[in-house]
């Protein structure tokens, strides 16, 4: 079994700071890529930022220069911290990672949080 959590959403002002945090569980083996993901109500699912477990990162031109992804793994936590956040950032913010299972060989499978809501009010 493996859970997938993320935390730290809520509502902030424009101009504001907010820290997300995900963390996996469970029986895992491996973690590789970690992702952030938004979904802006009514709109479709986008990729904010990744995370290779050698650190390495990528980030959506949207968010660039104002969000920094970065993880722990020993801890299987991944985070985003979004300054400088905007209306236009509000959404659903989801965790994504690829791992292998306990007992799975060498099989990835992917994993997703519940979501949480991040308003941004102007």
């Known amino acids: 079994q493996v859970q997938v959590v993320e935390s730290g959403g809520g509502l902030v002002q424009a101009g504001g700071s907010l820290r997300l945090s995900c963390a996996a569980s469970?029986?895992?083996?491996?973690?590789?890529?970690m992702d952030w993901y938004r979904q802006p109500a009514g709109k479709q699912r986008e990729l904010v930022a990744t995370?290779?477990?050698?650190?390495?990162?990528n980030y959506a031109d949207a968010v660039k220069g104002r969000f920094a992804i970065s993880r722990d793994n020993a801890k299987n936590t991944v985070y985003l911290q979004m300054n400088s956040l905007a209306p236009e950032d509000t959404a659903v913010y989801y965790c994504?990672?690829?791992?292998?299972?306990?007992?799975?060989?060498?099989?990835?499978?992917?994993?997703w949080g519940q979501g949480t809501q991040v308003t941004v009010s102007s």
């Open positions: 994504h990672a690829d791992l292998i299972r306990v007992g799975d060989g060498v099989r990835w499978s992917s994993y």
């Open positions: 469970g029986s895992i083996f491996s973690i590789n890529a």
């Open positions: 995370i290779t477990r050698a650190g390495s990162t």
